[in-house]
C-alpha cells in the first residue's frame, strides 16, 4: 500500500531557530515528491517539486532533501520566521496512477517568540 | 491573477440532507481535483476532472457522493443523505494540464462542512 509518513507530527520553535521535518514514503514506482505548506484555513500551497534525479532543492529559506534510494525526503527551514507556522505537508506522486497523490498527514510547525 | 475559489467557506448541515460544493477553477486550468481533508488525516482523493469527464472518480466513499463539471470550469460536488461522517473541510485543485504531467495543483481555500 502506498503510504507516505512525517515526522514530527508537531514541532514548537522559538523564531529565529532552524528546523527539519521528515517524510518517508512507500509509494512506488515514484514520479515526484511536493512539499506543501498549508496555512490555518487555507489550501496547501507547493514549496518545493523534487524528482528521482535531484537531490536537492531550495526555495527561499526552505531547502528540500530527496534520497530515492532509502525512499526519504526532508524539509530545512532556515532562520524561521512567525510566519512558517503552519501545517507543512508532504505529497509523493505515482507513476503508475495518472491523478492520485498520496499524501502524508503534515507536520504541524509552531514558531514563537 | 484569481485562484481556485470555493463556496460556501462554512456549510452546517442537518444529517440526512443534501449539500453542494462549488469550485471555481483557475481559468484555463484543465484539470479539477476534488480532496477531503478530516482533522488529523492527510487529504483523501475524492475524484479527478480533466475537462468535462473524470477519468478517475474511485475515490468517492459511496454512492451517495457525486460531481460534475460543466464548460470545462465550475465544478459541484454533491452529498446526499449527508451523515455525521461527511464533516470534513472539502479542497478543490485545479492544474494547467494533465495530472500526469508535473504540472502544480493549486488549491482553494476548502469548504468546511459540519454535520449535525
Known amino acids: 500500500k502506498n503510504q507516505v509518513e512525517q515526522s514530527p507530527q508537531s514541532l514548537i520553535i522559538l523564531e529565529g531557530k532552524n528546523c527539519t521535518l521528515q517524510?518517508?514514503?512507500?509509494?512506488?514506482?515514484?514520479?515526484?515528491l511536493r512539499w506543501y505548506k498549508q496555512d490555518t484555513g487555507r489550501g496547501p500551497v507547493s514549496l518545493t517539486i523534487m524528482t528521482f534525479s535531484e537531490n536537492t532543492k531550495s526555495n527561499g529559506r526552505y531547502t528540500a532533501t530527496l534520497d530515492a534510494d532509502t525512499k526519504q525526503s526532508s524539509l530545512h527551514i532556515t532562520a524561521s520566521q512567525l510566519s512558517d507556522s503552519a501545517s507543512y505537508i508532504c505529497v509523493v506522486r505515482n507513476t503508475g496512477t495518472a491523478s492520485k497523490l498520496t499524501f502524508g498527514t503534515g507536520t504541524r510547525l509552531q514558531v514563537t517568540l | 491573477g484569481a485562484g481556485v475559489s470555493q463556496s460556501p467557506s462554512n456549510k452546517v448541515t442537518e444529517k440526512g440532507k443534501d449539500v453542494e460544493l462549488r469550485c471555481d477553477p483557475i481559468s484555463g486550468h484543465t484539470a479539477l481535483y476534488w480532496y477531503r481533508q478530516s482533522l488529523g488525516q492527510g487529504l483523501e482523493f475524492l475524484i479527478y476532472?480533466?475537462?468535462?469527464?473524470?477519468?478517475?472518480k474511485s475515490g468517492l466513499p459511496s454512492d451517495r457522493f457525486s460531481a460534475e463539471r460543466t464548460g470545462g470550469s465550475v465544478s459541484t460536488l454533491t452529498i446526499q443523505r449527508t451523515q455525521q461522517e461527511d464533516s470534513a473541510v472539502y479542497l478543490c485543485a485545479s492544474s494547467l494540464g494533465p495530472s500526469d504531467n508535473y504540472y502544480e495543483q493549486y488549491f482553494g481555500p476548502g469548504t468546511r462542512l459540519t454535520v449535525t
Open positions: 517524510c518517508n514514503y512507500t509509494v512506488s514506482p515514484f514520479s515526484n
Open positions: 476532472f480533466q475537462g468535462n469527464s473524470a477519468p478517475d
